[in-house]
């Protein structure tokens, strides 16, 4: 689109981008089969799942929007509302309407700057335009996109006046400013032209409490313009007082009576407009060209080639629709291209099921899709922003805790981008997206905690390796120094290398199995060499036991017999009547005579060996 005015921007080619599907292919961790399977599983178990919508590029020319069937059914054109949904932030919709054949797209191409390539005109009795057209570029602004819509012409001989009132509904419905386009002046036959106007509510319901019709059309009605085509005649008062064109159309609206051949349908008509259309106003424009010849090409004409007075008076219309345009809004909020389309979807389906549709009830079906679009895009954002795949576990369980919040916050964040809040179907959709993100959560952590179970028992079977061969091959004997400093250094290795939830649970069942059997064995050797020692001393407690058994019965036989000479003792005492002193007495005298006896002898015989022949006294 060409810039209308200094105002107006370049626009810009903005798309939906989504990521496409990733096919990575698993990259499987050491060989050992544990840990394989366990990837295995995680990869054909539910994945984050990414999805991709086609580019939608801007199309400079026109794009159907909403098309009418031989039978009379409308339907909403995939490549118009496709459009629609492309553009992002507020939009403005200057829209125009009329009678066939009047060069309403010739209007629309001069506000397009587009003459000879836009709007298909016409010069013949035929009509060119059927249903509603978009043009494929917006008109960019520091607020809104703008865009135009071009629609098919009332009073047509071949349509019914039902189908031009449905129509005319939806140019109402949508637009934000809406362009009635007629030739001459404002008179019976135009007013009658105009009768659409009173069909709208017939067409159309606001709400639900349906009191005043066209009160409530009010609030969602776009302003209203009405251009005067090839307008003549001089524009002054009863008094011949310079009057504008916009004065002209209030005093004929609101005139108190009306004659004609029909003055309580004039009325009806007039009023109707008056309770609609609270914003309006009306410029007229003369002929753009002197010539028939001229008027027949005028889409091949450039613009310098119009009259003067045709092109000031377009400056005025374009400013009135283009620069004064105001946001479109529904329901009090400023809407987006892809409310506009949903809207548009559903009011027609509900025209052709015969049903007057609700724009209540419609916002709120369209309120409810968006908030459900919502979801689907705040879970995939939220797969997305994961960034992390199930073939990468296992991860520490902190860190994976901290990446799903992290996600999930940034999944969360496409609610604060919302244009038309519901507060309620916003925490519903939160609460339902909760219930997602915890059943992640879980699933995320039980697959993460099975792959670490299989990558730390694979790499505790790896670092304990060579000492589980000497421990099976006894190569360790009873050194248990020794086989305790291997042990140590292989569990300092699986620290450096475990990763996970699950490292210390593995290396405790790998321990039980494998160290505390190792212990098993070394203090079964000890214990044997116990027993050994232990044999050697209970047999020396038995030798023991023995002699002392042997000493004890010593000591009895001398019992006894000190007893018995005790006995022979007292016997004595009692039949020679020496007392035990005096025996005691007697008994060391003759101890020290065997003494002397002893003596003696032991000196004669030494005196023999000698030759000595002293006598010994």
Same mark, same amino acid.
């Given at each position: 689109m060409a810039n209308i005015e200094s105002y107006y921007t370049k626009p810009v080619n903005e798309s939906e981008i989504y990521s496409k599907p990733s096919n990575t292919s698993p990259e499987l961790f050491s060989p050992e089969n544990l840990y394989r399977s366990i990837r295995n599983k995680s990869k054909r178990s539910q994945s984050p799942s990414k999805t991709s919508d086609t580019e939608?590029?801007?199309?400079?020319?026109?794009?159907?929007?909403?098309?009418?069937?031989?039978?009379?059914?409308? !339907?909403?054109?995939? !490549?118009?509302?496709r459009f629609l949904r492309s553009l992002k932030g507020n939009v403005g919709i200057v829209g125009i309407a009329g009678p066939a054949r009047c060069g309403k797209s010739f209007l629309l191409n001069l506000l397009a700057s587009e003459l000879g390539s836009g709007f298909q005109v016409g010069n013949l009795t035929k009509a060119c335009t059927e249903g509603i057209w978009v043009w494929g570029e917006p008109i960019v602004t520091p607020n809104m996109n703008i865009i135009l819509l071009d629609s098919e012409g009332t009073k047509s001989l071949e349509k019914s006046e039902t189908h031009d009132a449905k129509l005319f509904a939806l140019m109402v419905l949508v637009c934000s400013v809406l362009m009635y386009n007629s030739k001459g002046v404002i008179d019976e036959q135009a007013l009658n032209q105009l009768s659409l106007a009173t069909h709208i509510s017939e067409m159309i319901s606001v709400s639900?409490?349906?009191?005043?019709?066209?009160?409530?059309?009010?609030?969602?009605?776009?302003?209203?313009?009405?251009?005067?085509? +090839?307008?003549?005649? #001089?524009?002054? +008062?009863?008094?011949?007082?310079?009057?504008?064109?916009? +004065?002209?159309?209030? $005093?004929?609206? $609101?005139? %108190?009576?009306? =004659?004609?051949? $029909?003055?309580?349908?004039? %009325?009806?008509v007039r009023e109707n407009l008056l309770k609609i259309f609270k914003n309006r106003d009306c410029i007229y424009l003369p002929r753009p060209a002197d010539t028939e010849e001229h008027l027949c090409s005028l889409s091949s004409q450039d613009t310098s080639t119009l009259r003067s007075k045709f092109v000031k008076q377009f400056e005025v219309l374009r400013k009135s629709a283009l620069k004064n345009c105001a946001p479109k809004r529904i329901q009090g909020a400023e809407v987006e291209g892809t409310h506009v389309a949903d809207l548009l979807s559903q009011i027609t389906k509900a025209i052709n099921m015969g049903v007057v549709p609700c724009i209540q009830n419609t916002w709120k079906k369209?309120?409810?899709?968006?908030?459900?679009?919502?979801? +689907?895009?705040? @879970?995939?954002?939220?797969?997305?922003?994961?960034?992390?795949?199930?073939?990468?576990l296992p991860y520490e369980e902190g860190e994976l805790l901290f990446k799903l919040q992290a996600a999930k916050d940034n999944a969360l964040s496409v609610f604060r981008e919302v244009q038309i809040k519901d507060e309620a179907l916003e925490e519903h959709c939160k609460e339902e997206f909760e219930v997602i993100y915890n059943e992640d959560v879980k699933y995320i952590l039980e697959a993460n905690y099975e #792959?670490?179970?299989?990558?730390?028992?694979?790499?505790?079977e790896r670092v304990f390796k060579k000492v589980i061969v000497k421990l099976s091959n006894c190569e360790y004997g009873d050194d248990f120094?020794? =086989?305790?400093?291997?042990?140590?250094?292989?569990?300092? @290795?699986?620290?450096?290398?475990?990763?996970?939830? #699950?490292?210390?649970?593995?290396?405790?069942?790998?321990? %039980?199995?494998?160290?505390?059997?190792?212990f098993s064995r070394f203090f079964e050797n000890i214990v044997d060499e116990y027993e050994k020692e232990l044999g050697s001393v209970r047999k020396e407690q038995n030798k023991f036991e023995k002699r002392l058994k042997e000493r004890e019965k010593a000591v009895v036989t001398k019992?006894?017999?000190? %007893?018995t000479l005790e006995e022979k003792l007292n016997q004595f005492?009692?039949?020679?009547?020496?007392?035990?002193?005096?025996?005691?007495?007697?008994?060391?005298?003759?101890?020290?005579?065997?003494?002397?006896?002893?003596?003696?002898?032991? @000196?004669?015989?030494?005196?023999?060996?000698?030759?000595?022949?002293?006598?010994? =006294?």
């Open positions: 939608t590029k801007l199309h400079k020319g026109p794009l159907k929007l909403v098309s009418v069937s031989e039978e009379g059914k409308f !339907e909403v054109c995939e !490549e118009g509302a639900i409490e349906n009191e005043d019709p066209e009160s409530q059309l009010a609030e969602l009605a776009p302003k209203f313009i009405w251009v005067l085509r +090839d307008f003549h005649l #001089a524009l002054v +008062d009863e008094e011949s007082n310079p009057v504008t064109s916009k +004065d002209y159309m209030e $005093n004929i609206l $609101n005139m %108190k009576t009306h =004659f004609g051949r $029909n003055p309580e349908k004039m %009325k009806s369209i309120i409810e899709n968006q908030y459900e679009e919502l979801l +689907d895009k705040c @879970r995939k954002k939220y797969s997305k922003a994961r960034k992390f795949e199930i073939l990468n #792959a670490s179970e299989g990558f730390n028992t694979s790499v505790a120094a020794s =086989f305790m400093k291997d042990w140590t250094k292989a569990m300092e @290795r699986y620290e450096k290398k475990a990763q996970g939830p #699950a490292k210390f649970s593995v290396i405790s069942e790998f321990s %039980k199995l494998h160290q505390h059997s190792a019992e006894k017999e000190y %007893k005492e009692s039949e020679t009547g020496i007392t035990r002193r005096e025996s005691e007495d007697i008994i060391s005298f003759l101890e020290r005579v065997r003494t002397q006896v002893t003596y003696k002898t032991i @000196r004669t015989t030494h005196s023999k060996k000698e030759g000595c022949k002293c006598s010994v =006294f």
